[in-house]
């Protein structure tokens, strides 16, 4: 029954399921599942689990339980082999106590001054995560005392070890108050680890989880090293250069599931978001709609992702580095199935780096960093396909001779050269898609409220004429309604959906997809509210002016 424990069966702290909710872990790893309960019964253990399986959060959601707030002693020590781990681990750690007030964490370590690390630890610091050396060189200086430490976590024992920190550590564990309770992680278990726990833990317990062969498929892989608020330009122009039939992007939170499909939408694509709080029913009709090819992109997390399989899908998107390695060769797998091509771009933020490096060594994978595309190569892309296009409709063989006549007509009659109604055509089949190609800077400034008027990009599916998708019709049991308002009006999808369930009270869950263009919108209704929706928001106003609301087929017939 390990695989169904969620983080509510384990008696947590609120405040700390809070945080984990806001991080994205749905579920617990294996790791998580297995350790937590026997950390939290103040036993010693030995976790043996590698890089990549969430073992930060199994140790250190009890070390956040056992500590006091209101005590300013060293009440934990977690020591990690190097600066970017100890790093990488005190992040983690502010973000599982972000709504713990009172307990503060410091990273020591080599390489950093000193004199800064005193001045902080005289403040009084609950929670200390350093390197071995840095921690001994403070309890020489007597700057860290341990004598109040009831907690110390061996992180990455065995890479310690290796390293030569053995001395160091035992000198440690010798100074620490002998009531205390001591976690040691390692991936593997050598003779020397034996040693230390028989020496410094009592009735050790072994919780150990065997990674499976991770396998990756072949297919190509890249990331790009982007800031948080660039990372939706980024997935938009990477969707306009490579046009994949149908994309998987993997986000680790719901609600960034929920402001991403938001935000997609609102720049023009057909995206839906798929993730744990939705009902089996809204589910079901997100995967329908992936599967018939009305949504080209899906938005999910991990858990929600499970289960899907689908054989078209030429692109995975990472728009958040993974939680655990396994998950990476999850999502990619999605891609590149029965001999197909397939693509798998990863986003990375400043240090996730590391994480990636994690990920590509224990898949044995190589994924390469790629430059950001500008807008020029997004510009050029689309000129490229346009005249693929037309190479093949002159290499069909297609009688083209009454296009011809039209345009020796205008040549003769206007004075203009082939070449010149030539150039004219090219642009108007790449503007009817792109109103404008200025290459924003991709600073945080471009996303507002205009983001989606700006940001819309040509796509496959949106040249669509408003007869196809009016024609497409409503999911059943819903109503497909017309609404004169759009991008142009700056409205959002967001804004929609306010104010049908302002004006009439359905829940916004209810509101089916919302396909956005430039002066009008198309957004589907529960069949038994159309009525009321209609009636409802002929007296509203969206972004400041009345709208016209109708049912879409209506609106063809008249």
Known sequence: MEETLTFQDMNLDPRILRAVEEMGFEQPSPIQAKAIPVVMEGVDIIGQAQTGTGKTAAFGIPVLHKIDPKDRHTQAIILCPTRELAIQVADEMRKLCKFMHGIKILPIYGGQEISKQIRSLKGGIQLII?????????????????????????????????????????????????????????????????????????????????????????????????KPKRKSEVLSRLLDIYDPKLSLVFCNTKRGVDELVEDLKGRGYFAEGLHGDMKQVQRDRVMKHFRDGKTDILVATDVAARGIDVDDVEAVFNYDVPQDDEFYVHRIGRTGRAGREGRAFTFVVGREVYKLRDIQRYCKTKIKLQPIPSIKDVKNTRIEKVLQETRAIIESEEDLSEMINYIEDMVNDEEYTSLDVAAAFLKMAITNEEDSFEDFDLEPHYYGNDRGEKGGRGRRNRKRSLEDLSDTGAEEGMVRLFINSGKKNGTRPGDIVGAIAGETGIPGKLIGSIDMFERFTFVEVPEEYAKDVIKAMSKTKIKGRTVVIEPASQRQNG
């Open 130 to 226: 350093g390197t071995p050396g840095r921690v001994m060189d403070h309890m020489r200086r007597h700057t860290l005392k341990l004598e109040h430490t009831k907690m110390i976590v061996l992180d990455e024992a065995d890479e310690m070890l290796d390293m030569g920190f053995r001395e160091d550590i035992e000198t440690i564990l010798k100074e620490m108050p002998e009531e205390r309770q001591t976690i040691l992680f390692s991936a593997t278990m050598p003779k020397a680890i034996e040693e230390i726990a028989r020496t410094y833990q009592k009735d050790t317990q072994i919780v150990k989880v065997i990674k499976k062969e991770l396998t990756v498929p072949k297919i190509e892989q890249y990331y790009y090293e982007v």
